[in-house]
């Protein structure tokens, strides 16, 4: 998820909805207290603990630093954090990154269970060591692989001087060979019962489509709250809303700026 650029109606939209889901509070205390503050930076990396507890290792990454910091940022995605709330359950993390939304449900409840999915090996590196850092290696199961329909590999295109973004689209950027697995196959390898997953974050640069379309045709998930990130592409917004018809589901538009939706059973 990119940042935006900041406006005045931007922040009385994110003023407004963090009134409706009630975390105002939060936001007036980063907004005068700060997001996150630096425990520790050496030439290579800043070690970064945001204002919910959770640490960071941070490369300094001319390129990256920025998007770094503003994904862990508190105030980011701060108006549907509130659907993140989840206690004795299962949190399937699709594209995980470095780790904020998995960390966040890892340390919420001693019997969550975490299953990120990163299949760029720079973030995924970055995402074990986030995990290791906040003590919660027994609660976090990593799978570094890419979701598809087959067992198999695909190409990464990855960004930044880490390559630390990725995309199955190719460019002029380096490519990298990643293994991939179905949904159902990362939860067996992750031995987590499909019944109990909770919740379900699919955002993976514009591959969340064929993913959507597993977990919606799986029977075992039908219980799990779902929020997918969708690109600006009409096409891509039009088919998931008809996936998500058929398979009679509501959908929810969360943040018009950054396509989310979540599903919820009927």
């Avoid at 009630?22 to 207290?33: D, F, M, S």
């Avoid at 699709?94 to 269970?113: C, D, Q, T, W």
């Avoid at 019962?193 to 919606?216: C, F, H, M, S």
Wanted: glycine share 4%.
């Amino acid at each position: 998820m990119k940042p935006q650029t900041s406006s005045i109606g931007h922040w009385l939209r994110v003023l407004c909805r963090g009134i409706q889901r009630g975390v105002l509070g939060e936001y007036i205390a980063c907004k005068i207290l700060g997001s996150y503050h630096t425990e520790k930076e050496t030439k290579q990396a800043l070690l970064v603990r945001n204002r919910r507890g959770i640490r960071f290792h941070v490369p300094k990454d001319p390129q990256l630093l920025s998007d770094y910091l503003y994904t862990i940022d508190p105030l980011t995605e701060l108006n549907f954090h509130p659907y993140f709330s989840m206690k004795d359950g299962v949190f399937v993390d699709v594209g995980s990154f470095i780790g904020k939304y998995s960390l966040e449900v890892a340390k919420m409840h001693p019997r969550n269970i975490v299953v990120a999915i990163e299949p760029n090996p720079i973030s995924a590196t970055l995402l074990a060591k986030n995990v290791q850092l906040n003590k919660v290696t027994s609660k976090v199961r990593i799978i570094r692989k890419a979701i598809a329909a087959e067992k198999g590999y695909l190409e990464l295109t990855l960004h930044g001087s880490t390559s630390a973004h990725a995309t199955i689209a190719h460019g002029k950027h380096k490519l990298v060979k990643v293994p991939t697995i179905t949904f159902a196959d990362a939860l067996r390898e992750a031995r987590v019962d499909p019944t109990k997953v909770k919740l379900i974050k699919i955002d993976v640069e514009g591959a969340q489509l064929p993913i959507l379309r597993q977990v919606l045709s799986n029977p075992e998930l039908s219980k799990a709250r779902i929020i997918c990130e969708l690109l600006e592409k009409r096409k891509d917004r039009a088919e998931a809303a008809q996936l998500i018809k058929h398979h009679k589901r509501s959908l929810v538009v969360l943040d018009e700026q950054n396509y989310l939706i979540e599903t919820t059973r009927r």
